[in-house]
């Protein structure tokens, strides 16, 4: 796709001219860092951030059979789902591959949101498609007309709590659970707010129509300039995610990487009522033993070891680094990596462009998430 043809979000023409480096990611055209990543990491981790992520996909299911109908199609239960309830799920192919990962919004008893990642998005709406019972569901693909901003730090509680358009509901958003989220008629049509996030930090996201995206943009940052607001590239988001080890698909899940190898194996229910499209394969993998696992890695020489690198254990090819990079926070080269279940003794490397760099495996995750901890508390560093 050229340049020409990447689509925008209603916050493009902001980024760009907010000194923004902009470039194509899932077709869209999005910033990657503003001031850089390691001032944007920290702004994120010690105060608040704005993520532009409207590229992800929004699928509204509806129906009387919608409850039952998505569930047969993703991991993880539904059954004690009430409206306000969010649910992250896989959606497997027969094989058990994983298609995405993805979150899924209890609306109403006959209405839900999945919100899938924006290089799926296409594939996920087609899978939906084409498993689309006769009568009784109805899709909705609301994508290209919902902007989604997400609020993420210590202070997002407080800063979220500013805009004037949730005056009205500052008690209901102070009592959000993790995972949970209420809807709001906004200024431009309905508003759905939850506190959710992919950076481990305490955290919201504001799923709004599109033309409420750059009046709330800039609202955020001129309520939030005392508490150091300030927008946040790709580039930080996933070294973000990346220290609290969350899963980024393409890395550490893929169509050939199972949840149970992806070691999301909590999402995944094999005992709920009517299955679900890959539960066989999985099962016959957790009574067989699943073969491979990610582990974390911490590397004792020089060099950073990116997806692809080879992962050695006395010379002999275990795996490979789905993701590495050098942690602004803990200010050392780690890497996540898949690796055979049953590793032998030996000494562990990488193979970083023909060099052997030694490693080590630490606890995981490499960081403690905060979000189910009041946002200003201490947290430990593994």
Same mark, same amino acid.
């Given at each position: 796709?050229s340049?020409?043809n990447?689509?925008?979000?209603p *916050?493009?023409?902001w980024h760009?001219? @907010?000194g ?11 910033p990657?860092q ?5 001032a944007?990491h920290?702004v994120?981790r ?9 590229h992800?996909?929004e699928?509204?299911v509806?129906?009387?059979?919608s ?9 993880n ?9 969010v649910?992250?799920n896989?959606?497997?192919?027969p094989d058990?591959?994983?298609?995405d990962?993805?979150?899924v919004y ?6 839900w ?7 799926? @998005? $296409?594939?996920i709406? &087609?899978?939906?498609l084409d498993n689309?019972p006769a ?23 407080? =800063?979220v ?18 995972y !949970?989220?209420? !809807? ?8 759905l707010i939850s ?6 930090? $305490?955290g ?6 599109n033309?409420?995206?750059v ?5 955020l *940052?001129?309520?939030?300039e005392?508490?150091? #607001? ?11 995610r990346?220290? #609290?080890?969350?899963c980024?698909?393409? @890395?550490e899940?893929g169509?050939?990487?199972?949840p =149970?190898e ?15 499209v890959g ?9 067989q033993?699943?073969?491979r ?6 590397l ?8 692809g690198?080879r992962?050695?254990v006395? &010379? ?7 993701? &590495?990079t050098?942690?602004?926070? *803990? ?5 996540m990596?898949?690796v ?7 000494? *562990?490397v990488?193979?970083v462009r023909?060099? $052997?760099?030694?490693? @080590?495996t630490?606890?995981?995750p490499?960081l403690?998430?905060?979000t ?8 430990s560093?593994?």
């Open positions: 796709m340049e020409t990447l689509k925008q979000t *916050l493009t023409a760009a001219s @907010h923004a480096r902009m470039v194509e990611f899932a077709g869209y055209e999005m990657v503003y001031e850089g990543v390691l944007e920290a994120v010690e105060k608040v951030g704005l993520f532009d992520i409207t992800m996909g699928i509204y509806s129906g009387p059979d409850r039952t109908w998505i569930s047969s199609l993703i991991t239960s539904l059954k004690k789902s009430e409206p306000g309830n649910v992250y896989a959606m497997c192919r058990g591959g994983v298609l990962d993805m979150l209890c609306l109403a008893q006959e209405r949101l999945v919100v899938c990642n924006a290089a799926n @998005h $296409h594939k709406i &087609g899978w939906m689309l009568d009784g569901v109805t899709l909705d693909d609301q994508t290209d007309s919902i902007a989604l901003i997400a609020v993420q730090g210590p202070d997002s509680r407080e =800063l709590l500013r805009l004037d358009p949730l005056a009205e509901l500052k008690t209901d958003i102070a009592g959000l659970d993790f !949970t989220a209420l !809807t709001y008629e906004g200024p431009g049509g309905q508003w506190r959710t996030g992919y950076t481990g930090e $305490h919201y996201e504001l799923y709004l129509p033309s409420d995206a009046p709330v943009w800039e609202e *940052l001129a309520k939030g005392d508490l150091g #607001v300030a927008p946040i590239g790709l580039a930080a988001r996933d070294t973000l990346f220290e #609290v080890c969350y980024l698909y393409g @890395h899940l169509e050939d990487i199972t =149970l992806a070691g999301i194996g909590w999402a995944v229910k094999m005992k709920k009522k009517g299955g679900f539960r066989d394969a999985l099962l016959a993998q957790r009574e033993g699943v073969p696992k990610i582990i974390c890695l911490e004792d020489g020089k060099g950073i070891a990116r997806q690198a992962v050695l006395s &010379g002999k090819d275990v795996g490979y680094v789905t993701s &590495g050098f942690s602004p926070t *803990l200010k050392k080269a780690l890497a990596a898949l055979e279940n049953e590793l032998p003794e030996g000494e *562990l990488v193979d023909g060099r $052997h760099i030694p490693c @080590h630490v606890a995981f490499f403690s998430a905060r189910k901890d009041d946002p200003q508390a201490d947290r560093l593994s």
